[in-house]
C-alpha cells in the first residue's frame, strides 16, 4: 500500500493547464458502501469511469475527503473559532468532540488503469499522483477503496440529528474534484460550497434491514441479506452528486405529478409531523408548475424531499430539510431547495467562485414560488432582498462578489452578498430587461446550458441577446465592485417667463449608473412616465412591453456625468425617481420632489 500523510497544507505545481478546453469532463460512479450503525463506521469500494475531455494531460487527480473537516484543527473547525460571526451550528463543536463522535474517511487503496496510485492525504483533500497520465480524450478506470466514520450531525452531514434523523449522509463518498479550463479545485472544506463533474451514479447501501433509506434518483433494487441486513441500489443520470438518508422511523410518502414525475416524502412519524407534511404535499404541484414554466422544464424522474440535516441542503433530485416547522416555514425551506435544482443541480455553477448565482437566482425563484401560494401584497416581491443588500452595502463589512465563498472575511458578508444580493441581481436586471425578455432569457439559458457549469460571463451573452441591449457593464459594478446606486432629484426650476421650459435636474450620487423610470405629475394634474437608458446600454427603448402605462424613451444618461437635466414645457407638481422600487437605490428619500418632511 502506498500511502502518505501530511496534515500541513501542501501545494501542487504539476498542474497542466491549457485554456479554452474544448469539452466538460464527465465521470461515473459505481459504489458499494457497507455501515454498520453500532459503531457509525462504513467501508467502501467505487469504480469510477473519468473521461479527460479537455486538452491536458493529468499526472494527479484530486478527491474530496469531506468527512475529515470533523475533527479537532481542522480547516473548517479552525476558521470557526477564529471568524467574527462562526456559524451557531458549528462554533467550537468540533473543537470539543471525541474521538468515537469525529468524522472521517481514508482512501486506502486507488488504482487507475490498473496502477497503483501514490496517495497523498491533505486533511479534506487527498492528492493521488499516477504513475502514468491520463491523456487528453482518454478515459480512466479509477478503482477506490475507503473507509470512515460517520460523525455526529453538526454541518449538514452526520448521524443523530437534532431532530433525531439517525444518519444524513451528504458529503459522504470520495468525491473526484471539478477539472476546466481553470484546472483542478481541491477546495478543502471550510463552510459551504459545492462543485464536481456530471455523470451517472449507481450506489449500493448494505445497512440493517429495519432502516428506511432516502436516496438521490430512482430505486432500482432491494435484497435482503444474510445477518438481519439488506442491499438496496439508487441510480441517476446527468447528475454530480449523490445524498441517502437513513432511520427507522422514516415516513414514505409519494405522489405523481400529471407529467408523471415521482415526488417522494420522507419525515418521522413519530414527531407529530404528518399534518403538515401532508398539507405541504399538496402544494408541491404548483411549486414544480410555477418552475418548469417560468425557468425550464425539471428533467429528472424523480425528487425527494427528506428530513434531515440541520436547515436546508440542496442535492441533485433530493434535499435535507429540518422538518419540525410550521407549515409556511416547511414550504418555504422546500421550494427554496427545490429550486437548487435547477441552479445548483442542473446548471451546476462552481458554487465556490458563483455562489450569488446559485443561491441568488434560487431565492429569487423560490420568492416568486412562495408569492404564488402565500400571496401578501403587503410585503411586495423581492423587496426583502433588496432591503438585505442595501445593509450589507452600507454596513461597512461588504465585499465583492468576485470573492472566494470561503474567503470571505465574515459569514454576514458572504451571505448577504450570495442571498440578498445574488437575488436583488436578477430583480434589477427584469427591470432592465422587461418581464417578457427576462423570462425567456432565463428559459433560454438554462436549456442551453444545462449540465454545464456555465459562467456569468454565458449568462449575460444571453441576456443580452434576448434584450437586445449591451449588459456587460451591469456586471462590471454589481458583481466585480462594491460601488453602489443612489439617485436624486437634485431641483425642479420654472421660470418666470410665460412659456419657458421647467427644467428638472436629476443627480447620480452613487458611482454605479443604471437606467431609471421617473414619474411628472404636471401642474395641471395629469402624469408622465420616463425612461431613462445607460448610455452603455446602447439602447433607448423602454424594455418593457404591453404595460398599460405609455413610457416615453428619453435621450441616454451618459455614465460620465453625474447630472441630467430634463425639460418640459408644463408646470410641474411631483417628481418620482423609481415609482415602482425597481432599483437597489441607497437613498430613497430624496428620490422625490418636493420631499415631504415627516
Given at each position: 500500500?502506498?500511502?502518505?500523510?501530511?496534515?500541513?497544507?501542501?501545494?501542487?505545481?504539476?498542474?497542466?493547464?491549457?485554456?479554452?478546453?474544448?469539452?466538460?469532463?464527465?465521470?461515473?460512479?459505481?459504489m458499494?458502501?457497507?455501515?454498520?450503525?453500532?459503531?457509525?463506521?462504513?467501508?467502501?469500494?467505487s469504480?469510477?469511469?473519468?473521461?479527460?475531455?479537455?486538452?491536458?494531460?493529468?499526472?494527479?487527480?484530486?478527491?474530496?475527503?469531506?468527512f475529515?473537516?470533523?475533527?479537532?484543527?481542522?480547516?473548517?473547525?479552525?476558521?470557526?473559532?477564529?471568524?467574527?460571526?462562526?456559524?451557531?451550528?458549528?462554533?467550537?463543536?468540533?473543537?470539543?468532540?471525541?474521538?468515537?463522535?469525529?468524522?472521517?474517511?481514508?482512501?486506502?487503496?486507488?488504482?487507475?488503469?490498473?496502477?497503483?496510485?501514490?496517495?497523498?492525504?491533505?486533511?479534506?483533500?487527498?492528492?493521488?499522483?499516477?504513475?502514468?497520465?491520463?491523456?487528453?480524450?482518454?478515459?480512466?478506470?479509477?478503482?477506490?477503496?475507503?473507509?470512515?466514520?460517520?460523525?455526529?450531525?453538526?454541518?449538514?452531514?452526520?448521524?443523530?440529528?437534532?431532530?433525531?434523523?439517525?444518519?444524513?449522509?451528504?458529503?459522504?463518498?470520495?468525491?473526484?474534484?471539478?477539472?476546466?479550463?481553470?484546472?483542478?479545485?481541491?477546495?478543502?472544506?471550510?463552510?459551504?460550497?459545492?462543485?464536481?463533474?456530471?455523470?451517472?451514479?449507481?450506489?449500493?447501501?448494505?445497512?440493517?434491514?429495519?432502516?428506511?433509506?432516502?436516496a438521490?434518483?430512482?430505486?432500482?433494487?432491494?435484497?435482503?441479506?444474510?445477518?438481519?441486513?439488506?442491499?438496496?441500489?439508487?441510480?441517476?443520470?446527468n447528475?454530480?452528486?449523490?445524498?441517502?438518508?437513513?432511520?427507522?422511523?422514516?415516513?414514505?410518502?409519494?405522489?405523481?405529478?400529471?407529467?408523471?414525475?415521482?415526488?417522494?416524502?420522507?419525515?418521522?412519524?413519530?414527531?407529530?409531523?404528518?399534518?403538515?407534511?401532508?398539507?405541504?404535499?399538496?402544494?408541491?404541484?404548483?411549486?414544480?408548475?410555477?418552475?418548469?414554466?417560468?425557468?425550464?422544464?425539471?428533467?429528472?424522474?424523480?425528487?425527494?424531499?427528506?428530513?434531515?440535516?440541520?436547515?436546508?441542503?440542496?442535492?441533485?433530485?433530493?434535499?435535507?430539510?429540518?422538518?419540525?416547522?410550521?407549515?409556511?416555514?416547511?414550504?418555504?425551506?422546500?421550494?427554496?431547495?427545490?429550486?437548487?435544482?435547477?441552479?445548483?443541480?442542473?446548471?451546476?455553477?462552481?458554487?465556490?467562485?458563483?455562489?450569488?448565482?446559485?443561491?441568488?437566482?434560487?431565492?429569487?425563484?423560490?420568492?416568486?414560488?412562495?408569492?404564488?401560494?402565500?400571496?401578501?401584497p403587503?410585503?411586495?416581491?423581492?423587496?426583502?432582498?433588496?432591503?438585505?443588500?442595501?445593509?450589507?452595502?452600507?454596513?461597512?463589512?461588504?465585499?465583492?462578489?468576485?470573492?472566494?465563498?470561503?474567503?470571505?472575511?465574515?459569514?454576514?458578508?458572504?451571505?448577504?452578498?450570495?442571498?440578498?444580493?445574488?437575488?436583488t441581481y436578477?430583480?434589477?436586471l427584469?427591470?432592465?430587461?422587461?418581464?417578457?425578455?427576462?423570462y425567456?432569457?432565463?428559459?433560454?439559458?438554462?436549456?442551453?446550458?444545462?449540465?454545464?457549469?456555465?459562467?456569468?460571463?454565458?449568462?449575460?451573452?444571453?441576456?443580452?441577446?434576448?434584450?437586445?441591449?449591451?449588459?456587460?457593464?451591469y456586471?462590471?459594478?454589481?458583481?466585480?465592485?462594491?460601488?453602489?446606486?443612489?439617485?436624486?432629484?437634485?431641483?425642479?426650476?420654472?421660470?418666470?417667463?410665460?412659456g419657458?421650459?421647467?427644467?428638472?435636474?436629476?443627480?447620480?450620487?452613487?458611482?454605479?449608473?443604471?437606467?431609471?423610470?421617473?414619474?411628472?405629475?404636471?401642474?395641471?394634474?395629469?402624469?408622465?412616465?420616463?425612461?431613462?437608458?445607460?448610455?452603455?446600454?446602447?439602447?433607448?427603448t423602454?424594455?418593457e412591453?404591453?404595460?398599460?402605462?405609455?413610457?416615453?424613451?428619453?435621450?441616454?444618461?451618459?455614465?460620465?456625468?453625474?447630472?441630467?437635466?430634463?425639460?418640459?414645457?408644463?408646470?410641474?407638481?411631483?417628481?418620482?425617481?423609481?415609482?415602482?422600487?425597481?432599483?437597489?437605490?441607497?437613498?430613497?428619500?430624496?428620490?422625490?420632489?418636493p420631499?415631504?418632511?415627516?
Amino acid at each position: 500500500m502506498k500511502k502518505v500523510f501530511f496534515f500541513l497544507f501542501i501545494a501542487s505545481s504539476a498542474h497542466s493547464f491549457a485554456k479554452n478546453q474544448p469539452a466538460q469532463q464527465r465521470v461515473d460512479y459505481k459504489m458499494q458502501v457497507s455501515l454498520n450503525d453500532q459503531n457509525h463506521q462504513f467501508e467502501g469500494r467505487s469504480q469510477i469511469t473519468y473521461f479527460n475531455n479537455s486538452a491536458d494531460t493529468l499526472n494527479e487527480v484530486f478527491v474530496h475527503l469531506y468527512f475529515n473537516a470533523f475533527q479537532p484543527g481542522s480547516d473548517m473547525d479552525v476558521r470557526s473559532l477564529w471568524i467574527a460571526d462562526p456559524d451557531p451550528r458549528v462554533g467550537d463543536r468540533i473543537s470539543k468532540l471525541k474521538p468515537e463522535e469525529y468524522g472521517h474517511q481514508h482512501l486506502s487503496k486507488v488504482m487507475v488503469n490498473g496502477k497503483e496510485g501514490l496517495i497523498i492525504e491533505m486533511g479534506t483533500i487527498a492528492k493521488v499522483v499516477l504513475k502514468n497520465p491520463i491523456l487528453p480524450g482518454k478515459k480512466a478506470k479509477i478503482n477506490m477503496d475507503w473507509n470512515g466514520q460517520v460523525p455526529i450531525q453538526i454541518r449538514r452531514s452526520g448521524r443523530n440529528s437534532a431532530e433525531g434523523v439517525d444518519y444524513s449522509m451528504s458529503q459522504w463518498y470520495p468525491k473526484i474534484c471539478g477539472y476546466d479550463q481553470n484546472g483542478w479545485h481541491p477546495n478543502p472544506y471550510i463552510a459551504r460550497e459545492f462543485y464536481g463533474e456530471y455523470g451517472s451514479f449507481e450506489v449500493e447501501i448494505n445497512i440493517q434491514k429495519d432502516f428506511v433509506i432516502a436516496a438521490t434518483g430512482e430505486q432500482c433494487r432491494e435484497i435482503i441479506l444474510e445477518n438481519n441486513r439488506k442491499s438496496v441500489c439508487f441510480k441517476g443520470s446527468n447528475i454530480h452528486d449523490f445524498v441517502w438518508a437513513a432511520d427507522k422511523d422514516y415516513q414514505h410518502d409519494m405522489i405523481t405529478l400529471p407529467d408523471g414525475l415521482q415526488v417522494h416524502f420522507y419525515y418521522l412519524k413519530n414527531q407529530g409531523l404528518e399534518e403538515n407534511w401532508k398539507k405541504f404535499q399538496e402544494m408541491t404541484p404548483k411549486m414544480f408548475a410555477y418552475m418548469n414554466e417560468h425557468f425550464g422544464k425539471y428533467p429528472y424522474p424523480v425528487y425527494s424531499f427528506i428530513q434531515g440535516g440541520d436547515g436546508g441542503m440542496e442535492y441533485p433530485m433530493a434535499t435535507l430539510i429540518t422538518g419540525k416547522r410550521k407549515i409556511g416555514s416547511l414550504v418555504g425551506v422546500a421550494a427554496h431547495e427545490l429550486a437548487h435544482s435547477w441552479y445548483q443541480g442542473i446548471l451546476g455553477f462552481n458554487e465556490s467562485l458563483y455562489y450569488w448565482m446559485d443561491e441568488g437566482f434560487t431565492s429569487f425563484s423560490s420568492d416568486e414560488v412562495m408569492d404564488q401560494l402565500f400571496p401578501n401584497p403587503a410585503n411586495p416581491l423581492h423587496v426583502d432582498a433588496v432591503g438585505g443588500y442595501i445593509q450589507l452595502a452600507t454596513s461597512g463589512k461588504e465585499e465583492p462578489m468576485t470573492t472566494h465563498a470561503d474567503h470571505f472575511n465574515t459569514n454576514y458578508a458572504y451571505s448577504n452578498a450570495a442571498y440578498s444580493k445574488g437575488q436583488t441581481y436578477l430583480y434589477q436586471l427584469k427591470g432592465i430587461m422587461g418581464e417578457k425578455k427576462f423570462y425567456n432569457g432565463m428559459k433560454r439559458f438554462y436549456n442551453q446550458f444545462k449540465f454545464q457549469h456555465p459562467t456569468p460571463g454565458d449568462f449575460l451573452a444571453i441576456m443580452e441577446k434576448e434584450s437586445g441591449m449591451v449588459l456587460d457593464w451591469y456586471n462590471e459594478y454589481f458583481v466585480n465592485t462594491t460601488k453602489t446606486i443612489n439617485y436624486s432629484v437634485d431641483s425642479v426650476v420654472t421660470s418666470p417667463i410665460n412659456g419657458a421650459p421647467t427644467l428638472i435636474v436629476l443627480k447620480r450620487n452613487g458611482d454605479m449608473p443604471i437606467p431609471v423610470e421617473v414619474e411628472i405629475e404636471t401642474a395641471d394634474g395629469k402624469f408622465q412616465y420616463w425612461y431613462i437608458s445607460v448610455d452603455l446600454m446602447r439602447n433607448i427603448t423602454y424594455a418593457e412591453e404591453g404595460t398599460e402605462i405609455q413610457w416615453i424613451a428619453a435621450p441616454a444618461w451618459s455614465w460620465v456625468q453625474d447630472q441630467y437635466i430634463m425639460q418640459l414645457p408644463l408646470g410641474v407638481k411631483k417628481v418620482t425617481i423609481d415609482p415602482y422600487r425597481k432599483i437597489a437605490d441607497m437613498e430613497r428619500g430624496d428620490n422625490v420632489w418636493p420631499i415631504v418632511s415627516e
